[in-house]
C-alpha cells in the first residue's frame, strides 16, 4: 500500500474509518463535506491566480473571484453534505470568497519568491533500519524558491482553527515535504514552512532541523507498521470524536449504526425499540442502585468503624454473629513512600540498593513495598532505616463468612 500524511491520519483519527475507506470498501456513497469542497475550490483559485503569475500574467480580485464562482458553481452537486445547521451552502461559498479577497489584498502584487511547483506530487522513499521501503505520496500547495538555497513550502488552510506555534511544530506533513524537497534540490539549504490560515488571515512559519527531520522519518514509519499490523491482524477498532459526523461511513459503524436505524423508525416505534428499551431499563437500574447506595454506603461505614472498634476493644480478629455468621477483621498497614524527585526519595532508593533489595521491590510503589515488608523480603534492620523516610497508615479489611 502506498501511504500519505491523510491515510496515515485517518488511520490514527479512526482504525475503522481507515479499514472502510481502504481495506473493505463497502458499497456505500461517499459523502464529500462542503468544508472539503470550499477547500478545494480555494485551491483552485489560488492555483490560477499563480499559475498565470508564471506566464506574466497578473490576475485582478475579480477576474479570481469570477474563477471560483464558476468553478463552484459547475462543481456543486447534491452529493455534498452540510453538517453544521443553520449554514447554506450560499454561506460557505461566500466565507471562499472572503478568503480570496483577504488574501489578495495582503500579497499582492505576489512578487514574494518565485514559485517553482503548484499542487506539486511528492514521492518520498522512507528506509527502516533494515532498509525495508516505505513510499508516501503528497502535495505541496506552492513551492517558492526566495534564492538558490532557500525554499519554501506553502500550505492554505481554510478551516476554522487557526494553530497554535506550539501545534504547527508538531504538524508533520510539510516537515515531510521537507526531506522530498531537500532530495529534489541538493543545493538547498534551508526550507521554511509557510501555512496560510485563510480564515484569519494570520501567517505562521517552521523550520525543521535535520536531526529532527530524521526523527520524524522514524515516527511515520512507526505509524506505518502499525497500520500494517492491524492489516495482518484485522484489528481495527472504532475511535470515536467530533470528525465522526463528518465520515461517510457513520451509518454503517458500530458506533452509530444503530442511531440512524432508530431514524429510519415512525416516531410511535421508537419507544418499543428492543434495544431503546433495553438502554432506558439499563440506566433506570443504576440510578436506583446509586439512590441505594447513597443511603446504605454512610451507615454501613459507621457499622465498620464499630466493628474494628469492637474488635480491637475485645482483642477478637473474628467476630461471631447469629447462626455461626462471622466476619474476619484485619487490618494492614500501608507504607508512603516519598516522592519522585524529592532528595528523600534519592536516600530511599539507595538504601534498597545498597542492602541489594532493588530487584526484589521490582517497581518502587507504596503496594509493592507494603508487600515486601508483610512477606518479610525487607529485613528488620534495613526497615529501621527506611522508616526514617516513609510513613505508616493503617487500612482495614473485612471478610465476611456465612454458615447460611
Given at each position: 500500500?502506498?501511504?500519505?500524511?491523510?491515510?496515515?491520519?485517518?488511520?490514527?483519527?479512526?482504525?475503522?474509518?481507515?479499514?472502510?475507506?481502504?481495506?473493505?470498501?463497502?458499497?456505500?456513497?461517499?459523502?464529500?463535506?462542503?468544508?472539503?469542497?470550499?477547500?478545494?475550490?480555494?485551491?483552485?483559485?489560488?492555483?490560477?491566480?499563480?499559475?498565470?503569475?508564471?506566464?506574466s500574467r497578473l490576475d485582478?480580485?475579480?477576474?479570481?473571484?469570477?474563477?471560483?464562482?464558476?468553478?463552484?458553481?459547475?462543481?456543486?452537486?447534491?452529493?455534498?453534505?452540510?453538517?453544521?445547521?443553520?449554514?447554506?451552502?450560499?454561506?460557505?461559498?461566500?466565507?471562499?470568497?472572503?478568503?480570496?479577497?483577504?488574501?489578495?489584498?495582503?500579497?499582492?502584487?505576489?512578487?514574494?519568491?518565485?514559485?517553482?511547483?503548484?499542487?506539486?506530487?511528492?514521492?518520498?522513499?522512507?528506509?527502516?533500519?533494515?532498509?525495508?521501503?516505505?513510499?508516501?505520496?503528497?502535495?505541496?500547495?506552492?513551492?517558492?524558491?526566495?534564492?538558490?538555497?532557500?525554499?519554501?513550502?506553502h500550505d492554505y488552510k481554510?478551516?476554522?482553527?487557526?494553530?497554535?506555534?506550539?501545534?504547527?511544530?508538531?504538524?508533520?506533513?510539510?516537515?515531510?515535504?521537507?526531506?522530498?524537497?531537500?532530495?529534489?534540490?541538493?543545493?538547498?539549504?534551508?526550507?521554511?514552512?509557510?501555512?496560510?490560515?485563510?480564515?484569519?488571515?494570520?501567517?505562521?512559519?517552521?523550520?525543521?532541523?535535520?536531526?529532527?527531520?530524521?526523527?520524524?522519518?522514524?515516527?511515520?514509519?512507526?505509524?506505518?507498521?502499525?497500520?500494517?499490523?492491524?492489516?495482518?491482524?484485522?484489528?481495527?477498532?472504532?475511535?470515536?470524536?467530533?470528525?465522526?459526523?463528518?465520515?461517510s461511513f457513520k451509518e454503517?459503524?458500530?458506533?452509530?449504526?444503530?442511531?440512524?436505524?432508530?431514524?429510519?423508525?415512525?416516531?410511535?416505534?421508537?419507544?418499543?425499540?428492543?434495544?431503546?428499551?433495553?438502554?432506558?431499563?439499563?440506566?433506570?437500574?443504576?440510578?436506583?442502585?446509586?439512590?441505594?447506595?447513597?443511603?446504605?454506603?454512610?451507615?454501613?461505614?459507621?457499622?465498620?468503624?464499630?466493628?474494628?472498634?469492637?474488635?480491637?476493644?475485645?482483642?477478637?480478629?473474628?467476630?461471631?454473629?447469629?447462626?455461626?455468621?462471622?466476619?474476619?477483621?484485619?487490618?494492614?498497614?500501608?507504607?508512603?513512600?516519598?516522592?519522585?524527585?524529592?532528595?528523600?526519595?534519592?536516600?530511599?532508593?539507595?538504601?534498597?540498593?545498597?542492602?541489594?533489595?532493588?530487584?526484589?521491590?521490582?517497581?518502587?510503589?507504596?503496594?509493592?513495598?507494603?508487600?515486601?515488608?508483610?512477606?518479610?523480603?525487607?529485613?528488620?534492620?534495613?526497615?529501621?532505616?527506611?522508616?526514617?523516610?516513609?510513613?505508616?497508615?493503617?487500612?482495614?479489611?473485612?471478610?465476611?463468612?456465612?454458615?447460611?
Amino acid at each position: 500500500m502506498r501511504y500519505s500524511h491523510s491515510r496515515i491520519e485517518l488511520y490514527k483519527n479512526c482504525p475503522k474509518a481507515f479499514s472502510y475507506k481502504y481495506i473493505e470498501k463497502p458499497k456505500i456513497e461517499e459523502k464529500k463535506g462542503i468544508e472539503a469542497f470550499l477547500g478545494s475550490m480555494v485551491h483552485k483559485a489560488l492555483e490560477k491566480l499563480y499559475t498565470d503569475l508564471r506566464f506574466s500574467r497578473l490576475d485582478t480580485l475579480d477576474d479570481i473571484l469570477d474563477y471560483y464562482t464558476s468553478e463552484w458553481d459547475s462543481n456543486f452537486d447534491l452529493t455534498i453534505e452540510i453538517v453544521r445547521e443553520g449554514y447554506s451552502k450560499e454561506n460557505y461559498k461566500e466565507m471562499g470568497k472572503r478568503f480570496i479577497t483577504d488574501y489578495y489584498k495582503k500579497y499582492y502584487p505576489f512578487d514574494q519568491g518565485k514559485t517553482i511547483g503548484l499542487e506539486m506530487e511528492i514521492n518520498l522513499r522512507l528506509l527502516d533500519e533494515s532498509s525495508n521501503p516505505y513510499d508516501l505520496l503528497g502535495y505541496i500547495d506552492r513551492l517558492t524558491m526566495v534564492s538558490e538555497d532557500f525554499f519554501e513550502i506553502h500550505d492554505y488552510k481554510t478551516n476554522s482553527h487557526t494553530k497554535t506555534q506550539e501545534e504547527i511544530e508538531k504538524d508533520w506533513q510539510l516537515a515531510l515535504y521537507t526531506i522530498a524537497v531537500k532530495r529534489m534540490y541538493p543545493s538547498v539549504k534551508k526550507v521554511e514552512l509557510v501555512w496560510h490560515f485563510l480564515d484569519s488571515g494570520l501567517e505562521m512559519r517552521t523550520t525543521k532541523s535535520d536531526k529532527e527531520l530524521e526523527l520524524l522519518g522514524r515516527e511515520v514509519i512507526a505509524s506505518i507498521k502499525q497500520i500494517e499490523r492491524s492489516i495482518k491482524t484485522g484489528d481495527f477498532p472504532t475511535k470515536e470524536s467530533s470528525l465522526c459526523n463528518w465520515c461517510s461511513f457513520k451509518e454503517i459503524c458500530p458506533l452509530k449504526s444503530h442511531l440512524f436505524m432508530l431514524k429510519k423508525l415512525p416516531e410511535n416505534e421508537y419507544l418499543n425499540e428492543e434495544g431503546v428499551r433495553l438502554v432506558q431499563r439499563y440506566l433506570e437500574l443504576t440510578k436506583q442502585k446509586k439512590e441505594l447506595s447513597d443511603t446504605i454506603d454512610p451507615e454501613l461505614e459507621k457499622v465498620k468503624l464499630a466493628l474494628l472498634n469492637y474488635a480491637k476493644l475485645h482483642n477478637s480478629e473474628r467476630v461471631y454473629g447469629s447462626f455461626g455468621d462471622s466476619i474476619l477483621v484485619k487490618e494492614y498497614i500501608n507504607y508512603i513512600l516519598p516522592e519522585k524527585g524529592t532528595r528523600e526519595r534519592v536516600v530511599f532508593e539507595k538504601i534498597l540498593k545498597d542492602n541489594k533489595l532493588w530487584d526484589s521491590v521490582a517497581e518502587v510503589n507504596s503496594f509493592l513495598f507494603s508487600k515486601a515488608v508483610s512477606e518479610r523480603v525487607i529485613d528488620a534492620e534495613t526497615l529501621m532505616l527506611l522508616e526514617k523516610l516513609i510513613s505508616k497508615s493503617k487500612t482495614p479489611r473485612f471478610y465476611p463468612s456465612s454458615k447460611k
